[in-house]
């Protein structure tokens, strides 16, 4: 059976589209069959972010009943599924998440992780984002404004009889003026799954139409991925050992070894 994980967010500008497409490229370092789909129709951004935006088939069209969601499914260079949704109006008029969890139905045992990159906020769609799946993960950043929204959005999906695993904390800085993760996790009363650290490297790889852990897998925010990936499936990340550069010798020093002295 496949299991149904919602992305959720209180808010838009948290990473959450990021933080979902690098989550299943990192799922798929460990050899998870990952399905990646974009059911924030109003304002959908994966197909932006993979340079995905002139395709036949969008998750719109299974939506409408013109197409099946097995029809619609894309795969991406690291291997992960990707339905995405159009950015084009007239795909979006009409699309309606009445019916998602009979039309992601047709993806059990076709894959066995489904992440939903979901609308922002507790509206009538994550409603029905959250009657399709079986857990959800919370993304937030260490502020305030932010850390409050997300508690909002536990409380929503709890009442909705969801799971959340937890908060995946993103564009974490370190510096004096954020949340610790101590005062977070008293606020939402659940765990901080895991930190992303702000990273140039997740703006080049969007710009480059790439999540970070596929463009640059060694950088540390795909780290921090792959780490949250490890930790979902119950298996231990190993950080990768840095080759240190073989430091040559000076014209001093290796006359100073020609004469015994050192």
């Not at 304002?43 to 013109?66: C, D, E, R, W």
């Not at 019916?99 to 507790?122: H, Q």
């Not at 140039?200 to 640059?216: G, L, S, T």
């Not at 897998?217 to 949250?228: G, I, Q, T, V, Y």
Request: glycine residues 6%; proline residues 5%; contains cysteine.
């Amino acid at each position: 059976m496949t299991k149904f994980v919602a992305l959720l967010s209180g808010k838009g500008g948290v990473g959450k589209t990021t933080a979902t497409l690098n989550l299943g490229v990192a799922l798929k370092y460990y050899g998870r069959d990952v399905a990646i789909v974009d059911a924030n129709i109003t304002m959908p951004n994966i197909a932006l972010h993979l340079g995905s935006t002139n395709l036949p088939v969008y998750f719109n069209h299974v939506l409408k009943n013109q197409k099946n969601i097995l029809e619609s499914i894309y795969r991406h260079p690291s291997g992960v599924k990707v339905i995405p949704a159009s950015i084009n109006y007239q795909d979006v008029e009409g699309s309606s998440l009445k019916n998602l969890k009979a039309k992601l139905s047709d993806l059990n045992n076709n894959t066995e992780i489904t992440l939903i990159d979901c609308p922002p906020g507790i509206g009538k769609d994550v409603l029905h984002v959250l009657k399709a799946v079986d857990q959800a993960i919370v993304v937030a950043n260490p502020d305030i404004v932010s850390v409050t929204d997300a508690l909002r959005t536990v409380h929503f999906a709890e009442e909705n009889g969801v799971t959340v695993l937890g908060v995946l904390l993103n564009k974490v800085r370190g510096d004096a003026h954020e949340m610790s993760v101590d005062n977070i996790e008293s606020i939402i009363e659940k765990p901080v799954l895991a930190q992303i650290k702000h990273d140039d490297k997740v703006r080049e790889a969007i710009n480059a139409k790439h999540p970070v852990v596929f463009a640059f897998p060694d950088s540390k925010a795909s780290s921090n991925f792959k780490e949250l990936a490890a930790k979902l499936i119950g298996t231990v990340y190993v950080e990768p050992i840095e080759e240190k550069e073989e430091v040559q010798p000076t014209f001093f020093e290796k006359m100073l070894s020609m004469l015994g002295l050192k």
